[in-house]
Antibody
Framework: EVQLVESGGGLVQPGRSLRLSCTASGFTFGDYAMSWFRQAPGKGLEWVGFIRSKAYGGTTEYAASVKGRFTISRDDSKSIAYLQMNSLKTEDTAVYYC?????????????WGQGTLVTVSS | QSVLTQPPSVSGAPGQRVTISCTGSSSNIGAGYDVHWYQQLPGTAPKLLIYGNSNRPSGVPDRFSGSKSGTSASLAITGLQAEDEADYYCQSYDSSLNVVFGGGTKLTVL
């Protein structure tokens, strides 16, 4: 079964950092691009960023709202994708989801992890 | 303000048919990029419902169907069931904004 499990969420003060992890199982992780999304309380879905597979250079793309503050990386040997979040703001409070991107950024995203809640507050 | 426009809510009685629209522009749906749909049941993660405009992943009932024309797309649900009550999101790609979503539509089964 293809499965994604996020971890690392919690309460953090504005301006601090947090790193989320997405542990994959049930598929060859290194063959796929991965993406992060978020959903603020009571709001819709927002794309955060994307990392291509090593076969496509392992390059990243980010939403304007997080560019320069967030960094996505991957460890194919451990089947884990990371979201490093720096200089956090209160508006970054959301549930963060990890997804697989079978067709790259122009395609669909499936499956989705269960999400991990990040609360940025003093 | 979402790049793709969806109605905030739709409703229907059990057994009825409902449709949810998703309107974009010439830089996303109108540029030929595919539209995908997700279902988010209360308190759960989104789940892929339709991909590539009209394709259903394995396990999705054929009561759900998708279509695309011009700068818009639609999700149709026939034979409405109580378990279909959820939020539905359309998603596409925008040539300048990357991955974009609609604001979501809350489906209420009366």
């Amino acid at each position: 079964e293809v499965q994604l499990v996020e971890s690392g969420g919690g309460l953090v003060q504005p301006g601090r950092s947090l790193r989320l992890s997405c542990t994959a199982s049930g598929f060859t992780f290194g063959d796929y691009a991965m993406s992060w999304f978020r959903q603020a309380p009571g709001k819709g879905l927002e794309w955060v960023g994307f990392i291509r597979s090593k076969a496509y250079g392992g390059t990243t793309e980010y939403a304007a709202s997080v560019k320069g503050r967030f960094t996505i990386s991957r460890d194919d040997s451990k089947s884990i994708a990371y979201l490093q979040m720096n200089s956090l703001k209160t508006e970054d409070t959301a549930v963060y989801y990890c997804t697989r991107a079978p067709r790259g950024p122009k395609g669909w995203f499936d499956p989705w992890g269960q999400g991990t809640l990040v609360t940025v507050s003093s | 303000q979402s790049v793709l426009t969806q109605p905030p809510s739709v409703s229907g009685a059990p057994g009825q048919r409902v449709t949810i629209s998703c309107t974009g522009s010439s830089s996303n749906i109108g540029a030929g990029y595919d539209v995908h749909w997700y279902q988010q049941l209360p308190g759960t993660a989104p789940k892929l419902l339709i991909y590539g405009n009209s394709n259903r992943p394995s396990g999705v009932p054929d009561r759900f169907s998708g279509s695309k024309s011009g700068t818009s797309a639609s999700l149709a649900i026939t034979g409405l069931q109580a378990e279909d009550e959820a939020d539905y999101y359309c998603q596409s790609y925008d040539s300048s904004l990357n991955v974009v979503f609609g604001g979501g539509t809350k489906l209420t089964v009366l």
